[in-house]
Nanobody
């Protein structure tokens, strides 16, 4: 089993910055993808950014050039640096850990409880 815990959310004015952190505990398989997703009120959860164990990154078009995802494998942590924040970035941000090389009876994905990010205009 895997447990994820996010931190770093808060209230910030448009144009400001926040840095989110997520720590993973439990059995962490070497081949994995860590990422950040967000869910705004009344909308479905959407991908923000992902990073593989090898460091390959992927970003949603809406955050390219503003957000940066990184990880520290020694600490089992993933970060999301958010700059030039906009009101539309307001959402609950969730940490995700995915194992593409495992199957039943193991779970291939784990989620954190989420941290609230609110950007005021």
């Amino acid at each position: 089993q895997v447990h994820l815990a996010e931190s770093g959310g808060g209230l910030v004015q448009a144009g400001g910055s926040l840095r989110l952190s997520c720590v993973a505990s439990g059995v962490i398989f070497g081949i994995n993808v860590m990422g950040w997703y967000r869910q705004a009120p009344g909308k479905q959860r959407e991908l923000v950014a992902t990073i593989t164990n090898g460091g390959t990154t992927n970003y949603a078009d809406s955050v390219k050039g503003r957000f940066t995802i990184s990880r520290d494998n020694a600490k089992n942590m993933v970060y999301l640096e958010m700059n030039s924040l906009k009101p539309e970035d307001t959402a609950i941000y969730y940490c995700n850990l995915y194992f593409p090389r495992i199957g039943p009876p193991h779970d291939r994905s784990a989620w954190g409880q989420g941290t609230q990010v609110t950007v005021s205009s």
